[in-house]
T-cell receptor
Framework: AQSVTQLDSQVPVFEEAPVELRCNYSSSVSVYLFWYVQYPNQGLQLLLKYLSGSTLVKGINGFEAEFNKSQTSFHLRKPSVHISDTAEYFCAVSQGGSEKLVFGKGTKLTVNP | KAGVTQTPRYLIKTRGQQVTLSCSPISGHRSVSWYQQTPGQGLQFLFEYFSETQRNKGNFPGRFSGRQFSNSRSEMNVSTLELGDSALYLC???????????FGSGTRLTVV
């Protein structure tokens, strides 16, 4: 069975600092990987996805993620965060060909001035 | 282009009652999925429909059911509500497998 581990439940950073949110997955078959962001009282918004091809994926709002098959990781990065990036971030995996997403527990990113 | 629309946004129900939640996907999207989000369990997959057929089902009791209509709109029903059913229920739609879902804003259900 697939599973997703987000290693940090909370990450506080200062504005304009870089940030990395970590995600590891377990699956014995090829997978699709996603990062979603959730702002308070809202649904989930897709930040970026990895389906195949280049292991470095660029998304919206200046975020990027790198797929590392050998380490089964898909960490999310941003070189300089803004106050508006404060939100909860979810890593998710789906088995290729399936629409079912398995989510991690989420990482709450707090950007302080 | 309109997003995924979920109604109602908020619901308060009493234990033992039943509830129906509605979801209108993005026009042209034929796959609709439902997720339950709680502080304790996080985001959990309920079920997925494609062209009116349930393709996947999560590990939830039979009190949770759903359906999809010919226009791709979907409903989910929870019967005999329990306090533990209090959650944010999210609907999502996608055009093609692997594209990633577009989520609605959710229906927050409170069971008292």
């Amino acid at each position: 069975a697939q599973s997703v581990t987000q290693l940090d439940s909370q990450v506080p950073v200062f504005e304009e600092a870089p940030v990395e949110l970590r995600c590891n997955y377990s699956s014995s078959v090829s997978v699709y990987l996603f990062w979603y962001v959730q702002y308070p009282n809202q649904g989930l918004q897709l930040l970026l996805k990895y389906l195949s091809g280049s292991t470095l994926v660029k998304g919206i709002n200046g975020f990027e993620a790198e797929f590392n098959k050998s380490q089964t990781s898909f960490h999310l990065r941003k070189p300089s965060v803004h106050i508006s990036d404060t939100a909860e971030y979810f890593c998710a995996v789906s088995q290729g060909g399936s629409e079912k997403l398995v989510f991690g527990k989420g990482t709450k990113l707090t950007v302080n001035p | 282009k309109a997003g995924v629309t979920q109604t109602p946004r908020y619901l308060i129900k009493t234990r033992g009652q039943q509830v129906t939640l509605s979801c209108s996907p993005i026009s042209g999207h034929r796959s609709v999925s439902w997720y339950q989000q709680t502080p304790g369990q996080g985001l959990q997959f309920l079920f997925e429909y494609f062209s009116e057929t349930q393709r996947n089902k999560g590990n939830f009791p039979g009190r949770f059911s759903g359906r999809q209509f010919s226009n791709s709109r979907s409903e989910m029903n929870v019967s005999t509500l329990e306090l533990g059913d209090s959650a944010l229920y999210l609907c999502a739609s996608s055009l093609q497998t692997g594209e990633g879902y577009t989520f609605g804003s959710g229906t927050r259900l409170t069971v008292v």
